[in-house]
């Protein structure tokens, strides 16, 4: 079964930091660009960064650059995001998102989604 788990979300405080975790089952990330998105209820789910199928170009969102970096995992088959200075407008449901395409995926050329882990960060 091909599938994407996420893992690494939870409570924390402004400012502070947790590492996002997306692991493929029955299919290499390897052959995919993959994407980090994140939705609030009642709002679009938007793209939060992502990186190439080459691993040679990666993009952030303005609102987490310089604070988030995305990386492909010495472990076999995953991607993290490492999101620093957490702000409370990060708080959202957190999804990995893997697709075909060369670059940067959007929502609309997603192959596979994971189902996704929540990230409040909050006092």
């Known amino acids: 079964q091909l599938q994407l788990v996420e893992s690494g979300g939870g409570l924390v405080q402004p400012g502070g930091s947790l590492r996002l975790s997306c692991a493929a089952s029955?299919?290499?990330?390897?052959?995919?660009?993959i994407g980090w998105f994140r939705q609030v209820p009642g709002k679009e789910r938007e793209r939060v960064s992502c990186?190439?199928?080459?691993?040679?170009?990666?993009y952030y969102a303005d609102s987490v650059k310089g604070r988030f970096t995305i990386s492909r995992g010495n472990e076999k088959n995953t991607v993290h995001l490492q999101m620093n200075s957490l702000k409370p407008e990060d708080t959202a449901v957190y999804y990995c998102?893997?697709?075909?395409?060369?670059?940067?995926?959007?929502?609309?050329?997603?192959?596979?989604w994971g189902k996704g882990t929540l990230v409040t960060v909050s006092s």
């Open positions: 990186i190439s199928r080459s691993d040679t170009s990666t």
């Open positions: 029955g299919f290499t990330l390897d052959h995919y660009a």
């Open positions: 998102a893997a697709s075909t395409v060369d670059n940067c995926p959007s929502i609309y050329n997603v192959r596979h």
